[in-house]
C-alpha cells in the first residue's frame, strides 16, 4: 500500500509522486460494468476534451476516469452490485498517479514535470503558456473529481487546498484572458438545454466579467468542481468560482437554473448527483447572488 499513500499524499499537495506506479493485480474495477455503459454509442465528454484541444495524454487518463465514474453510477443505481475493494482502490490511486505524473507543455514547448504548489498567478503563468491554461485546470478539475468519488464530500476541502488555490487562479487567468464580451455557448451544440428566465441578481451592476470561447459545458464543469471543493464559509478561492460561475451564466445564452445544469454535468460530463449534488446546489444558489455587470448577448 505504500504507492496509494505515497500518490493520496501526493495528490493532497499536489506534487509528482515519487514512486512508480504498480502494475494491476486485480482485474479493471469497471469490468463489472454491462458493455452498453462501459462504451456508450456516443461520448459527449470526449467531443468537448477534443473541441477544447485537451492533450492527447489528459484525455486518455480522463476516459479512464470517465469509466470509474460509471461504475461508481451503476453501484449506485444497483444496490448490491459486486466490487473488488482491491481492484476500485488500484484504479483510483492509478487515475490518480497518472494525472499527477502528467507532463505539460512549457513556456519553451517543452515538457516538465509540475513541480510547484504556489498559488501565486505569476507562477502559474511562467509554468504555462497561456494557450495551455484551459488544459491544466481540466487535469486539476479531474484530480478534484477523483477525490470526490473515494472520500467524503465533506472531507475534501481539507485534503485539497493546494489544487483549489491553483485552479482559482488559472480560472481567473483564462476569464482574464478572454476579452470582448465573447459569447458563451457551446462550440460543439447551440448551448446548454437551459431556461430563459431571468434573474434580477445577475442584472445588478458592481464588478465586471469577461467571458470564453471555451464549451460553456466545460467551463460550468470547472468551477463548479473547483468550487465544491471549498468551504461554503471560506476563502477567497470559492469567490473565483461562485463569481466566475454567475459570469458564465450572465453572458451566456440563455439564463439557467441549477436542475438543467446539474443534468447537463450528469450527461456531458463527470458528476453524480447523489454525491455531488446537495454541495453543487448550495454553491450554484451563493452564485445567484453574486453582483455582476454583464453585457447579455443578443
Not at 470509474?68 to 449506485?76: E, G, K, P, R, S
Amino acid at each position: 500500500m505504500s504507492c496509494s499513500a505515497d500518490t493520496e499524499g501526493a495528490s493532497d499537495t499536489l506534487t509528482p509522486p515519487n514512486l512508480p506506479a504498480l502494475p494491476w493485480l486485480s482485474p479493471l474495477i469497471y469490468s463489472v460494468l454491462p458493455a452498453s455503459e462501459s462504451n456508450p454509442t456516443r461520448n459527449s465528454l470526449l467531443e468537448i476534451l477534443i473541441q477544447s484541444d485537451i492533450s492527447p495524454q489528459l484525455q486518455t487518463v480522463i476516459l479512464r476516469l470517465q469509466r470509474l465514474h460509471y461504475t461508481v453510477a451503476h453501484v449506485i443505481s444497483y444496490h448490491g452490485a459486486p466490487l473488488d475493494p482491491r481492484a476500485l482502490d488500484e484504479d483510483f490511486i492509478q487515475v490518480q498517479h497518472d494525472l499527477l505524473a502528467l507532463p505539460y507543455p512549457t513556456s519553451n514547448d517543452n515538457y516538465a514535470t509540475f513541480s510547484s504548489t504556489s498559488s501565486s498567478s505569476s507562477v502559474a503563468s511562467a509554468a504555462i503558456l497561456p494557450a495551455h491554461y484551459l488544459n491544466e485546470a481540466v487535469r486539476l478539475a479531474a484530480l478534484l473529481y477523483a477525490k470526490s468519488l473515494t472520500r467524503s464530500m465533506s472531507s475534501i476541502p481539507r485534503h485539497s487546498r493546494p489544487i483549489v488555490q491553483r485552479l482559482a487562479v488559472l480560472l481567473s487567468l483564462i476569464n482574464g484572458t478572454q476579452a470582448g464580451g465573447i459569447k458563451v455557448c457551446s462550440l460543439h451544440r447551440a448551448s446548454l438545454p437551459l431556461s430563459s428566465s431571468s434573474s434580477s441578481s445577475t442584472n445588478s451592476s458592481a464588478s465586471s466579467c469577461s467571458s470564453s470561447p471555451a464549451p460553456l459545458e466545460l467551463l460550468l464543469w470547472l468551477h463548479i468542481i473547483g468550487g465544491i471543493a471549498t468551504r461554503p464559509e471560506s476563502s477567497s478561492e470559492r469567490e473565483v468560482f461562485t463569481h466566475g460561475l454567475a459570469c458564465l451564466v450572465a453572458g451566456s445564452c440563455y439564463e439557467a437554473n441549477w436542475d438543467s445544469v446539474e443534468k447537463s454535468l450528469e450527461e456531458e460530463l463527470l458528476w453524480l448527483p447523489a454525491i455531488h449534488g446537495i454541495s453543487g446546489r448550495l454553491l450554484w444558489e451563493e452564485s445567484r447572488l453574486e453582483p455582476i455587470n454583464v453585457q447579455r448577448p443578443t
